[in-house]
């Protein structure tokens, strides 16, 4: 019913930037959460940055004054602008929305398949 597609992953060099974007599509009639987040090699999964539809935002702290999450609700996108990454930075990265579907209202929890960022000189 309902799909994100990240794109903007990479290799890119230590001190680089990257740009990751999410499209959210089908059934949608609103989106309230999106987030992105990371799993690295043996590690858990966890949360890199999120943005409610009324603007807020919240960080990781290892990433707080590097990246910055921004929507786009009119085109159910959105991005997680990454700067000065850091070899540690490595990962696959999960865009992650809470949506309530147009057609019963319900709302549930979705995934995208993920994108993988290196960071590697």
């Known amino acids: 019913q309902v799909q994100l597609v990240e794109s903007g992953g990479g290799l890119v060099q230590p001190g680089g930037s990257l740009r990751l974007s999410c499209v959210a599509s089908?059934?949608?009639?609103?989106?309230?959460?999106m987030a992105w987040y990371r799993q690295a090699p043996g590690k858990e999964r966890e949360l890199v940055a999120s943005g409610t539809s009324d603007g807020s935002t919240n960080y990781a702290d290892s990433v707080k004054g590097r990246f910055t999450i921004s929507r786009d609700n009119a085109k159910n996108t959105v991005y997680l602008q990454m700067n000065s990454l850091k070899p540690e930075d490595t990962a696959v990265y999960h865009c992650?929305?809470?949506?309530?579907?147009?057609?019963?209202?319900?709302?549930?929890?979705?995934w995208g398949q993920g994108t993988l960022v290196t960071v590697s000189s």
């Open positions: 089908g059934s949608i009639w609103s989106i309230r959460v």
């Open positions: 992650n929305a809470e949506v309530r579907l147009r057609t019963s209202f319900r709302s549930l929890e979705v």
